[in-house]
């Protein structure tokens, strides 16, 4: 039996052919980029790079621009400048005191709707009227538009970039100054129901903010428009009230507003511009009669502090 194995093994040996080797495949050489390619591949990076940040941009502008809720009490009238003001149009000096004590103001705004008419209330906000007044006089407010329409709520405008629906409500003049706080709130911290304290009525002239915060105050105001806008909190500068033009307001509060972009959240920004075409001041003496221009104290000169000078020095001397 053995022996049968061997021979069976030896006969299939010689039956078995070698199989062929398979013949290995050659590795293509690496191509190495020219300098040409990679150059062309930095300037993709970088163009995904910018196109990334100038959207982010736009979106995080327009989120902060826009709120979504059209409960007034979120709906909130804003705005979002900075303290350096980056994107503003036009930078100006905070103001002084420009006002000429016991002289009371009016406001007349030219728009392309039709002209409104306001009473500046010193009393209630000495330095939002101040402050309007003195960008008034700079002509800031010339061709600028209202931006955000709300009807029923508010109308917002003065903000120079407010024409460019990517950064509307970003714009300032160059400074914040700290606003004045409503009577309102004061009932309200003396113990009053919010819900039964009213500060703002149709018509009523007020400043934009950023976040509630008076402090933060710019050239951005409101106006009142409809019954939602009466219900605002007291967090916004009260300074002026409509006198004339309660039609130009309502023609402007119902121009057909939508979506400023496809991320704008809420639909108020005009399809047809409302241009403020310009803002000009009146003054009236303490009797009611119109005080001849200039409406702001003349600069001091050197021959006027002369002569006040001599006059208390005569004066001390009796």
Known sequence: MPQKNSELSKKTQQTEKPRAKAPRKQKRPKKVPTAETRQRRMRLVAIILVVGMVGSFGIATLISAFTDNDDPDHNLPSSTTSETEEFAQIM???????????????????????????????????????????????????DLTFHRILKDFVIQGGDPLGNDPFTAGSGGP????????????????????????????????????????????????????????????????????????????????????????????????????????????????????????????????????EATDKAAKSTGDR
């Open 92 to 142: 100006l000096p905070k103001p002084d005191m420009i006002l000429i004590p016991g002289v009371s103001y009016q406001a007349e705004i030219l728009t392309s709707e039709g002209t409104m008419r306001f009473a500046l209330d010193r009393k209630q906000g000495e330095p939002d009227v101040n402050n309007f007044v003195y960008l008034a006089q700079e002509n800031f407010y010339d």
């Open 174 to 305: 160059g400074y914040r100054y700290d606003g004045s706080t409503p009577a309102a709130a004061a009932e309200i911290e003396a113990g009053a129901k919010p819900e039964d304290v009213q500060a703002y009525k149709i018509g009523s002239l007020a400043m934009a903010n950023n976040g509630g915060d008076p402090s933060t105050n710019g050239s951005q105001f409101f106006i009142v428009t409809g019954a939602n806008g009466t219900q605002l909190p007291p967090q916004y500068s009260l300074f002026g009230q409509l006198l004339e033009g309660e039609d130009t307001l309502q023609a402007i509060a119902n121009v057909p507003v939508g979506h400023a972009t496809a991320y704008a959240a809420e639909p108020s920004y005009p399809l047809s511009p409302v241009t403020i075409e310009s803002v000009r001041i009146f003054a009236f003496n303490p009797d009611g009669t119109p005080r001849e221009e200039p409406t702001q104290p003349p600069a001091p000169t050197p021959e006027a502090d």
